[in-house]
């Protein structure tokens, strides 16, 4: 019994200085910035309670609701894209293809960056004034254009275009990982079979990646709510608020426009958000199998 | 060795004629911007002080950086701000040092436009130390792109303004040199609506935030100019930086840049003499002066020798031959209106030949409301500048929501 006890104790001796820092630097500083949401701070942090004025104002400002249907929309569009493109150009370089070390360099390459850098680079590309528009029209297709980082319909779709390019590689990686893990013996079987090859990918391939796949959304869904380097240095929120997005709102408010309260509120909001998609995946993916597996 | 080093530090820090040591924090980085500091820091330490420089790129950057400090209890000497509203806070939790005494001496009520001393005091007594006006509504041109699209003299109205652009255009030039970021689309939108819409209904909208006022014709007539510039832009405009707009009026690409007077820093380091090559004229309309700026606040310290280089850095910072040697470098003029600026630029002089007289000096949205309003105008701006379907009458509507909720 008393073996029991103190080895059990063990653990929590050892994980305590963990277990403080998670209660302190994590729980505590998000409970704080939940607090702040309900005060009037402004330049500083101040305890007067305002009730949820702070959140009313945030959902009257049509920034705000820019930003969070931005979100969603680029939220779908990058983790979607990233998805197929990352599967298919995994398939392609399992083929055994030469230089599959260079390509999967290559192609993994872009998440080495930062997405300023790449946020940078592409910016320059499609700006209608430097990059890709100018340089064909200097080639002679005078009517070719391509000019949507300026055009406030298309602008978040720029920013989709540069996001994918620099994840893509990552989903890839993870991807590659999955499909070298499929039994050689499964592939033997069903060529015996007369499978084609496609059908396979869809029905027996694909639900074996399950796991990469989950793993992938989770990566690329923190990136999408964390949107703000890239969108900073593509397209700076614009034109007008075409682009903006919740990160950037935060930012904005917490720095530039001295207002805590705010920016707590709607960082506040984030959290609820991500809380949401996240808990009942958690339990289905957790949870529930324990208890199926007991 | 590192004792020898040591036991010197301890002596001089016992020691009672430790020179006055101040650290400011400040975001002057750029060329010009930097030399003005130089300025400052030589006179302060003719003065008998050390200059500790605790430069940081980027105004809110810095600006968040020495709150941060202030809060947490390690305040620089002085720090940095916009002449406006942006330390209202650190005032009302009492962080920062009453000037009174120094004001009170050197007679900066006496000497500096009342705008500004309202801006840098808080019931009645000093707060911050303001050191430069910078003009916000100028105009810039490239006089040789002028003379060959057959432009004699800067526009004096708006209907001359548009004749001209269109003058520009005829010429292929791209005729205004847009920064397409919503602080550059916002100080345009101020510059139109001080030119156009005159001094009273400015004051109505930014200073009395009155509803009728901004819903009112003049208000819809001033925003529709406003939106009429898209006519006159390129396709690169969104998203880009001032300075970059500022090079295409100096090497001829574009016709003008509406901008404030740091503008002229780049004008000069490219060669170009700011009355001459470089054409400068207010924005068509009402002759006001739409000022900014830029202040040192002393955070609270503890007294004796701290406050003793607070004292003496306020001193130095308004020193009037320190005055014209700064705001030369910063592109700005000085602060007080007693000195002689003849060794200025044209533009300079124009500035500050219109200053002297209270009825021009405009401040600018800064003093009026405070950051979060401004930015929340930023927004508005942007987004219906940017809205080739935008109307004039929902924009008023949106402005006014934004005013009436910052009352």
Redesign the interface.
Known sequence: MATRIRRSAVPVVALSPTILIVLFAYVGTMGWTVWMSFTGS?????NTFVGTEQYQ?LFG???WLVSVQNMALFGVLFIGFCLVLGFLLAVAIDQRVRGEDGLRTIFLYPHAMSFIVTGLVW?WMM????GIQEAVQSMGWASFRF?W??R?DM?LYAVVIAGVWQSAGLVMALMLAGLRGVDEELWKAARVDGIPTWRVYVSIVLPLLKPMIITSVVLLSIAVVKVYDLVVAL????????TAVPAKYVM??L?????IG?AAAASTVLLVTVLCVLAPWIYAEYFRKERGGA | MSCAILSGAVLSGASAQEPLRAEVMHWWTSGGEAAGVRVFADAYEKAGGTWVDAAIGGGQNARAAAINRIVGGNPPTSSQFNTGRQFDDLVGQGLLVDLDAVAAEQKWRDVIPAPIVQAASREGKFYAVPVNIHGHNWMFYNTETFQKAGISEAPKTFDAFFADMDKLKAAGVTPIAWGGQPWQEALVFDAVLLGQGGKDLFYKVYRDKDEAAIKSEAFQRVAATFHRMRDYIDAGAPGRNWNDATSMVITGQAGIQIMGDWAKGDFIAAGKTPGKEAGCALVPGEAGYLMGGDVFVFPKIGGGAATEAQTLLAKTLLDPATQIAFNEKKGSIPVRTDVDVSSMDACARRGAELVKDPANQIPSVNFHVSADTVGALQDTITSYFNDPSATAEDFAADFASVMTAAR
């Open positions: 402004r330049l500083l942090p101040v104002r400002d049509p920034r910016q700006n209608p004034t430097l000019d980082v300026v406030r602008a397209t700076n929120g614009g034109p007008g608020t075409s904005d408010y720095f530039e426009r001295q207002n705010l």
